[in-house]
């Protein structure tokens, strides 16, 4: 039996909502991390025959010094096992530009690490397996051929382990500049191997029909949208039949409470506290119109939920009004700002895409240009 720990989408340096620990991180950056490291314990004591992570490893092509830092460290830890780890890189850590190099790179060094980022299709190769290693592609155009590359060089007498950063159907999208979606009529390819470790999508979960192909999930959660508890890491064994098993860590919770305006003051007594230690809770106030809207101040709610890491309150109007309004705007991304105006203002489908799409690529390029502090 091969046995193999599959994880992705770790996102290390991802930072949000401008809580310092008493480090001087990140609250929600040092989450990243320490779910990172519960990874790196579980895989020490597993001691599988291989590892392998399917992209964006980092939130950022250009990550901090601290991330970089960390992850190294990290991956130090398990030199002493001489596990074979195989890293692709993810739309988040391939550089939009040719002027970055990627910093997949710099893992390149360590012993047992073979990292997959020069944007085409690798396969690292052991006595007993093959992993065929197609790293994110910014041009859509070179994939066809890539997977061509891939079916030539499937092995009859060895096991064959693909391993994707992509969307395996539209459901799969996560609506980031640069992501992918596998053509549809090339997925007979998965039937010719005997697993699909695919990185991406945040949930953990079988893909379709196919019985074989899985998303491990990510580590964390990258936005507040985001309620599942499905976060850790996949153990595949490869015997006579394929056996998949999911495995979760311990993540910060995260708590949404839903108030009806109408009975506001009862029902925020009414809320269940007792589980909102450092959780991060969204309040969702129901059925407002503008007057109850004026008496009801986020801070009160936010010295209520005091003991709570960060409280986001959000304001539903009644069905007569006629938008819905998140007060928290600081949540909003000037992108967003910018993509909503070309969905309200540009009417013709093909101009409103085309300007989405340059929206995105701009502030991908900024985001890469500015380092991190």
């Given at each position: 039996m091969i046995k193999i720990v599959h994880f992705s989408d770790t996102?290390?340096?991802f930072s949000d909502l401008d809580v310092i620990n008493q480090d001087g991180i990140n609250s929600r950056e040092a989450d990243f991390y320490k779910a990172f490291s519960d990874v790196i314990d579980a895989i020490i004591k597993i001691k599988p025959n291989y590892i392998i992570h399917t992209g964006d490893l980092f939130h950022r092509a250009s990550p901090s010094n601290r991330a970089i830092t960390f992850a190294l460290k990290e991956f130090k830890r398990l030199e002493h096992l001489k596990i074979p780890l195989i890293i692709i890189a993810g739309n988040h850590s391939t550089p939009k530009t040719h002027s970055s190099s990627p910093i997949l790179e710099a893992l390149s060094t360590i012993d047992n690490i073979y990292p997959i980022f020069l944007q085409k299709y690798e396969a690292v190769e052991f006595e007993d397996i093959i992993f065929h290693a197609l790293p994110h592609i910014n041009d859509e155009r070179l994939i066809e051929q890539e997977l061509d590359n891939i079916e030539q060089n499937i092995s009859n007498s060895k096991k064959n382990i693909l391993m994707m950063h992509s969307s395996v159907g539209a459901y799969y999208l996560m609506h980031e500049f640069g992501e992918w979606v596998y053509p549809k009529n090339r997925e007979y390819l998965f039937e010719k191997m005997d697993y699909v470790a695919l990185g991406h999508w945040h949930g953990f979960g079988a893909v379709g029909k196919h019985s074989n192909v899985y998303y491990s999930g990510s580590t964390e959660r990258t936005s507040s949208s985001d309620k599942r508890d499905d976060k850790g890491y996949v153990i595949v064994e490869l015997d006579k039949e394929l056996k998949v098993s999911h495995h979760r860590i311990d993540l910060r919770k995260s708590l949404t409470?839903?108030?009806?305006?109408?009975?506001?003051?009862?029902?925020?007594?009414?809320?269940?506290?007792?589980?909102?230690?450092?959780?991060l809770v969204e309040v969702v106030i129901k059925n407002l119109d503008s007057s109850l809207s004026i008496d009801i101040k986020n801070s009160d709610i936010q010295d209520y939920f005091q003991d709570a890491l960060y409280v986001k309150v959000k304001r539903e109007f009644k069905q007569n009004s006629s938008e819905l309004i998140d007060e928290n705007i600081e949540s909003i991304s000037l992108e967003g700002h910018f993509i909503a105006h070309i969905q309200g203002s540009i009417k013709d489908r093909v101009e409103q895409t085309r300007l989405i799409d340059k929206t995105k690529e701009l502030f991908a390029y900024i985001q890469e240009s500015d380092s991190d502090s």
């Open positions: 996102h290390l340096g409470f839903n108030i009806d305006a109408s009975n506001y003051k009862e029902e925020l007594e009414a809320l269940d506290k007792g589980d909102i230690k450092g959780a």
